[in-house]
């Protein structure tokens, strides 16, 4: 809805543990193998490029409502004016021993369908299965299970109610009763779960049940930092909110879905309530960024369940209702499609027209009034950021570094801890200084994960010389916003650029920051390295192979995305792939003798070749080359999905310029229709390194470099004594 009618001035950003949401409407059918993964997820991804969106991919572990903090594991907390907790509910584990550690929940899904494909990889494991919960979800499940399992495994669907399904009427539950019954699966009720061992449940009355595997689907809960956070919560931990969804008395903390309870109107916990709280939800959202009152809403009381069964056929279940048939299943099918189909078919281009932006920022924004006010900014030193927005923004990077070890350094006299108008460094005698400087705009629209992306990609030139990091100087361009969005934007990024600089050893010691479009970190970084230990590009030795430490494909996967064709798992490989910083990779490949080095960036791996292949010659010329390189076509990593898009003709816009290197290649003609052709001009942003190795180190330094968390690095070709125009030879 956010996608349809833009809020601009207000950064919304969506925080999830998963980059696919899986809709539980159909997840039963998706283990029934109705459905695919694909067409039972959310891309989140995609949903928030088209949303105009930050995704941040992490799991909230706590919340500062007076601070108006959310405590994000693993990193700084986030900063908001309003949020909204939508986390769902997971099952109760209710004390019973055994069962957090033999039992897998139903949520979170990603842990229930990876426990269901390892039964499906080998299903004569499995004598006895066993579901908790005699809920819809509980009974779906079973008859889902039983559907792909079949006769070879014996079902039981214990619950400790009189009868299952006690949000139905009789009907329904007398009807799926007979359905469990003739498809073999035995229910049990009346009966708690009182233990879980490895191979087995003790039920209250005593007896012991044979489980191989244990599916636990009871009642749910929420978790304990909500109530912790100081937040009001009924008696299964859930936040207790009014009818216009706050929180109760937290005006500025909105809930929905599974997690919300409201005070007035108490509901089961269903997806079709969940649903249908967004509405309201954003019209509030949007009326308090607009310094409004918001409205309060009465969810209905009742409503139509379907409940499929696994073999074509659903019970349509409401009041009184209670009626199975194939034509319910094809009508939840339909409801269910046509539902998942608004998040997949999403415009690729979203334009923005004046009438349909509603003012937002309880400042009267609508998009031409900010497009005027950024017109309006100066330039010039008055385009700097403002010193108080800066100051609050390093203090708040100080006292996230106050926590951590590790980041001292002597090398600094005045750097960010100290600033004076320029830093002050102690630089090691006998060395020589190594300089670099990288500019990259945002590439991922969360802050932090860029900021640690863009420190990799450019100390990645100080590792490819085999140089040792010693300090780094950043610009940042902040997107013009609220000074509150600025300020977010800006320390995220900087927390993640002195995070992920502190890792490699590097000190931030200073820097300079402005307004611009869109949020971009230049940096520059100094090492140092003695002269004669340096590893250029130039220094390939015939015979010496040739490694390269990262899979190719950053390019055109954010191309992809950014006209809404990737996969959010694809961008979460190219993503963890851009978080490696080359660091241990070239430590491995100097010990493994690798004489020449460079690291794969912008110009794309033929490229990057193909200077180093002019280094290698001073002439700086291919004629006069004495060593050529066979690169091996079949041996490249590639990252998930960059040969899907490529193939669909989603190439980066440097791409066509990048073909230049082709023309060092002498038989182009004979791989143009290879998969990976494409990808050889790829440009990538914080890529692998390339180096030639001695051969007889070359397997030790890939098993090294594989164990040390390059999990892509491969051999990729070879170098070859050869006099040609021609240096490169694709085989
Ligand atoms: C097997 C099964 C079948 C079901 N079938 C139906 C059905 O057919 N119809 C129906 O109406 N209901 C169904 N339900 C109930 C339905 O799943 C829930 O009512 C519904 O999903 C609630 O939606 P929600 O948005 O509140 O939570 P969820 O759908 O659970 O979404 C919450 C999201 O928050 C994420 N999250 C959780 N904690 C954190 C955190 N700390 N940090 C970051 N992210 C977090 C989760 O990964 C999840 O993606 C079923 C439930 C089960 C178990």
Redesign the pocket.
């Known amino acids: 809805m956010v996608g349809m009618k833009p809020m601009p001035g207000v950064q919304i950003t969506l925080?999830?543990?998963?980059s696919e949401?899986?809709y539980?409407?159909m997840?039963?059918g998706h283990i029934a193998g109705f459905y695919t993964h694909e067409e039972a997820h959310i891309d989140l991804r995609k949903l928030c490029v088209f949303a105009g969106a930050r995704f941040v991919h992490?799991?909230?572990?706590g919340m500062d409502p007076g601070a108006r903090e959310v405590f994000i594991e693993g990193r700084a907390p986030l900063s908001f004016d309003l949020v909204s907790i939508?986390?769902?509910?997971t099952p109760s584990w209710g004390g019973v021993p055994g069962a957090a550690e033999f039992a897998t929940p139903?949520?979170?899904v990603p842990e229930l369908l990876e426990r269901w494909e390892s039964i499906k990889a080998d299903p004569s494991s499995v004598q006895n299965l066993v579901i908790v919960g005699g809920g819809?979800?509980g009974v779906?499940?079973a008859l889902a299970m039983e559907k792909q399992l079949g006769g070879g495994t014996c079902i039981r669907l214990i619950h400790a109610g009189e009868d299952i399904l006690r949000w139905h009427n009789q009907g329904v539950r007398d009807r799926l009763g007979n359905i469990l019954g003739e498809r073999g699966i035995e229910v049990i009720l009346q009966e708690r779960v009182i233990e879980v061992t490895q191979d087995a449940v003790r039920i209250s009355s005593g007896g012991k049940i044979a489980a191989d595997v244990v599916f636990w689907?009871t009642q749910a809960n929420a978790?304990a930092w909500l109530a912790e956070a100081g937040f009001p919560v009924d008696k299964d931990g859930f936040l207790i909110v009014d009818d216009t969804l706050q929180v109760k008395g937290f005006p500025q903390v909105f809930a929905?879905?599974?997690?919300a309870s409201i005070a007035r109107y108490p509901r089961p916990?269903?997806?079709?309530f969940?649903v249908r709280m967004a509405k309201p939800l954003l019209r509030n959202l949007r009326r308090l960024a607009a310094e409004k009152l918001p409205f309060p809403w009465r969810p209905q009381k009742g409503f139509l369940?379907l409940i499929g069964t696994a073999d074509g056929s659903a019970v349509a279940s409401r009041t009184l209702l209670a009626h199975a048939s194939p034509l319910m299943w094809w009508w939840k099918d339909r409801i269910d499609r046509r539902f998942m189909e608004k998040f997949s078919r999403l415009p690729a281009m979203k334009i923005f027209t004046s009438d349909a932006v509603e003012d937002s920022a309880g400042r009267n924004d609508d998009l031409e009034s900010l497009r005027r006010r950024a017109a309006m900014r100066c330039s010039g030193c008055a385009a700097k950021v403002g010193a108080p927005i800066l100051s609050r923004v390093m203090d708040r990077i100080r006292e996230e570094r106050a926590g951590l070890e590790n980041v001292e350094f002597p090398q600094v006299i005045a750097g960010i801890d100290d600033p004076d108008d320029a830093a002050i460094l102690v630089v090691p005698s006998r060395k020589h200084l190594v300089q670099t400087i990288d500019y990259i705009p945002e590439i991922i629209s969360d802050p932090y994960l860029f900021g640690r992306i863009a420190a990799n990609h450019c100390l990645s030139d100080i590792f490819a010389m085999g140089a040792e990091a010693h300090s780094a100087l950043c610009l940042v361009v902040a997107p013009f916003g609220a000074e509150a969005v600025m300020e977010e934007s800006l320390f995220q990024a900087l927390n993640g650029l002195t995070t992920a600089l502190e890792s490699m050893g590097v000190p931030l010691v200073g820097g300079h920051t402005a307004e611009g479009d869109r949020l971009a970190l230049g940096i520059s970084a100094n090492g140092f390295i003695r002269a004669d230990r340096a590893t250029r590009k130039g220094g390939l030795r015939a015979g010496d192979l040739v490694i390269l430490t990262k899979p190719l494909g950053t390019g055109c996967l954010f191309a992809a995305e950014m006209r809404l064709e990737a996969k959010a798992g694809w961008i979460d490989g190219a993503v963890a792939s851009m978080l490696l910083d080359n660091l241990r990779a070239s430590e491995i490949l100097r010990e493994h003798g690798a004489g020449a080095m460079t690291d794969v960036t912008g110009f794309g791996l033929l490229g990057h070749l193909a200077e180093m292949m002019k280094a290698t010659e001073s002439g700086g010329s291919y004629r006069v080359n004495s060593v050529g390189v066979e690169l091996l076509m079949d041996h490249l990593p590639v990252l998930p999905g960059a040969v899907e898009v490529t193939s669909r003709g989603i190439l980066s816009s440097l791409h066509h310029h990048n073909r230049s290197a082709f023309e060092a290649v002498e038989n182009v003609d004979e791989f143009t229709d290879h998969e990976v052709f494409p990808l050889l001009v790829d440009p990538q942003t914080s890529g692998g390194l390339l180096a030639g190795v001695p051969e007889k180190g070359a397997a030790d330094a890939v098993e090294a470099l594989v164990a040390a968390g390059y999990s892509e690095a491969r051999v990729v070709g070879r170098v070859l004594e050869m006099e040609s125009d021609f240096p490169v030879v694709l085989g």
């Open positions: 925080v999830s543990d998963v949401a899986p539980s409407g997840l039963p992490a799991t909230v572990v939508n986390i769902g509910s139903s949520k979170p819809a979800g779906e499940l689907v978790p929905a879905g599974d997690v916990k269903s997806g079709v969940a369940s």
